[in-house]
């Protein structure tokens, strides 16, 4: 049973028209003792401006240390805690989700792992999360799916709550037909993205490929941008997602901010030209790569630890799995080598900060660098890169960019590089680090353009009406779960 003060929250809150599924809540706490705070990260970053001017419920993970789920209110929006044992993290989200699906829709940029251990687990949450949806999601309300964690819970809602709206949104790339035929469940998977409305992708490609990949494994037929399900009919396209420009712009004018900024300039020296990387520490990054190239300049010899420094900022991310083991590992031996070979008594080549930093802290170096390298070997879009052109009111500093990033389709105004080739990446650095301001400011202000032009508003607004615009679902009362298979929100 409700609460009465969970009952009157939802009243003053219209609870529930808008509801947000993705595997972890949006905040985090360091105890239970502690007070929750906003989490890091693409996903975070992108939903929050909505759900707080909705009035949304977050469905999701509260993270291991979290036994007692409780739905609680922070900072304007309802949190709906799902509970994980540690077996089910293990094998659900480490195991199916990040050591198979993960690495998979990458490029196989690590090879994917098809244990067949790990996928009743994935099968089993989803069905929770589903069934957590269909209790928390208002008769006729919206329900926007997050990401590859639960790409069956579109179908599994739609059988629990035909009437509401469903939303998927991948966040990561859609692989092409040759790698994702390599999945064992992959018809299963296909089909519980069918069960949306509306199943959003970053770039077009990553939506040519779905529609491809339902016609071959699936008995649906798609083309365009629309698969027939039944007579139902399911939209398929590209919804590339953003930042809230004008927060970062803001951040960036903060006269702290940018004293902040000009302290960080005088620390690592005047004169030198400052490269700054942000990322998760994950090896799609292509992080390694990167201080490969940086090497290969201090080696060419065409500057010196006097001339150049980068700023490594690596939020650590997925410490329990082997392969983000082993990049860290890599990593770290890359800064000792490079550190060690070019460095002098009072300067070194590369900071490395393996932490995450506040905000406002991150636009003060956004703000301090003249080259941001942003270089992963794939990603579904990448919003650092999206953020140092909002920080960059002066018009000036240099984005080079991974091509293989669904925001080079967008900023194809900046620097695009190749990570996997390791000289070409190191000349086209060099490039940047030469380039004439005027040739900077001409290549920011289109930059800025387009970012200014599509922020996560526009995202979100594209996407929730592409979700109403389809065929109005049954207009039926919320349906009733089987006794039974509430879950305990309050
Ligand atoms: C996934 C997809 C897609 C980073 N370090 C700190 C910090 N961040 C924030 C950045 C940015 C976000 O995290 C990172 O976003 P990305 O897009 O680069 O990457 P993923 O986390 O891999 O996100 C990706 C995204 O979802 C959205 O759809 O773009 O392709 O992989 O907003 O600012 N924030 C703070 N401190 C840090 O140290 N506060």
């Known amino acids: 049973?409700?609460?009465?003060?969970?009952?009157?929250?939802?009243?003053?809150?219209?609870?529930?028209?808008?509801?947000?599924?993705?595997?972890?809540?949006?905040?985090?706490?360091?105890?239970?003792?502690?007070?929750?705070?906003?989490?890091?990260?693409?996903?975070?970053?992108?939903?929050?401006?909505?759900?707080?001017?909705?009035?949304?419920v977050w469905i999701g993970w509260a993270g291991s240390s979290e036994t007692d789920c409780k739905t609680f209110e922070h900072d304007g929006l309802y949190n709906v805690p799902i509970y994980l044992s540690n077996e089910e993290v293990r094998d659900y989200y480490e195991g199916f989700s990040n050591s198979t699906l993960w690495p998979l829709y990458h490029d196989a940029c690590q090879t994917p792992q098809y244990e067949r251990r790990w996928w009743a687990p994935y099968v089993s949450i989803n069905q929770r999360f589903a069934e957590y949806a269909a209790n928390e999601a208002a008769p006729n309300g919206h329900v926007l799916i997050q990401d590859y964690h639960l790409q069956l819970v579109p179908g599994m809602l739609r059988e629990?709550?035909?009437?509401?709206?469903?939303?998927?949104?991948?966040?990561?790339?859609?692989?092409?037909?040759?790698?994702?035929?390599?999945?064992?469940?992959?018809?299963?998977?296909?089909?519980?993205?069918?069960?949306?409305?509306?199943?959003?992708?970053?770039?077009?490609?990553?939506?040519?490929?779905?529609?491809?990949?339902?016609?071959?494994?699936?008995?649906?037929?798609?083309?365009?941008?629309?698969?027939?399900?039944?007579?139902?009919?399911?939209l398929a396209k590209e919804y590339p997602i953003s930042i809230d420009f004008d927060r970062i712009e803001s951040l960036a004018n903060d006269p702290k901010i940018i004293e902040h900024a000009k302290k960080i300039r005088s620390d690592l020296g005047e004169n030198r030209t400052i490269m700054l990387g942000v990322d998760r520490l994950d090896y799609t990054k292509g992080?390694?790569?990167?201080?490969?190239?940086?090497?290969?300049?201090?080696?060419?010899?065409?500057?010196?630890?006097?001339?150049?420094?980068?700023?490594?900022?690596s939020v650590p991310s997925r410490e329990s799995v082997d392969e983000y083991i082993e990049v860290r590992d890599r990593i770290e031996k890359l800064v000792g080598h490079i550190n060690g070979e070019f460095g002098t008594v009072g300067a070194v080549p590369v900071h490395y900060l393996r932490r995450s930093l506040p905000i406002e802290e991150l636009v003060a170096y956004?703000?301090?660098?003249?080259?941001?390298?942003?270089?992963?070997?794939?990603?579904?879009?990448?919003?650092?890169?999206?953020?140092?052109?909002?920080?960059?009111?002066?018009?000036t500093g240099v984005l080079v960019l991974s091509e293989f990033t669904g925001s080079a389709v967008e900023l194809d105004r900046a620097v695009l590089v190749n990570p996997h080739d390791i000289d070409g990446m190191a000349?086209?650095?060099?490039?940047?680090?030469?380039?004439?301001?005027?040739?900077?400011?001409?290549?920011?202000?289109?930059?800025?353009?387009?970012?200014?032009?599509?922020?996560?508003?526009?995202?979100?607004?594209?996407?929730?009406?592409?979700?109403?615009?389809e065929q109005p679902r049954p207009s039926s009362a919320t349906m009733q779960l089987p006794i039974g298979t509430n879950p305990p929100t309050s």
């Open 160 to 234: 629990l709550r035909p009437d509401v709206r469903i939303g998927f949104f991948l966040h990561i790339p859609f692989p092409p037909v040759e790698l994702f035929a390599q999945l064992p469940w992959r018809r299963r998977l296909l089909e519980g993205m069918l069960g949306a409305d509306v199943v959003g992708f970053q770039t077009r490609h990553g939506a040519q490929n779905f529609v491809r990949l339902v016609n071959r494994y699936t008995s649906h037929r798609g083309s365009g941008q629309a698969v027939n399900v039944n007579g139902r009919r399911v």
């Open 1 to 56: 049973m409700r609460s009465p003060e969970t009952a009157r929250m939802r009243e003053t809150h219209r609870r529930g028209d808008l509801v947000v599924i993705a595997n972890r809540l949006p905040v985090h706490r360091a105890s239970p003792e502690s007070p929750w705070e906003t989490s890091p990260g693409g996903l975070v970053s992108a939903l929050m401006p909505i759900l707080r001017e909705n009035k949304g």
């Open 427 to 469: 000349a086209t650095i060099e490039t940047a680090i030469g380039m004439p301001r005027q040739e900077q400011t001409r290549r920011m202000r289109s930059l800025r353009q387009r970012v200014r032009k599509r922020t996560v508003y526009t995202w979100a607004s594209d996407f929730t009406h592409a979700l109403d615009a």
């Open 287 to 313: 992080i390694d790569q990167r201080l490969r190239a940086v090497n290969e300049i201090f080696h060419k010899g065409n500057y010196t630890v006097d001339d150049l420094v980068l700023v490594q900022v």
């Open 366 to 395: 956004y703000l301090a660098a003249d080259v941001m390298l942003v270089t992963p070997f794939r990603d579904g879009m990448n919003l650092v890169a999206k953020e140092y052109v909002a920080s960059r009111k002066t018009e």
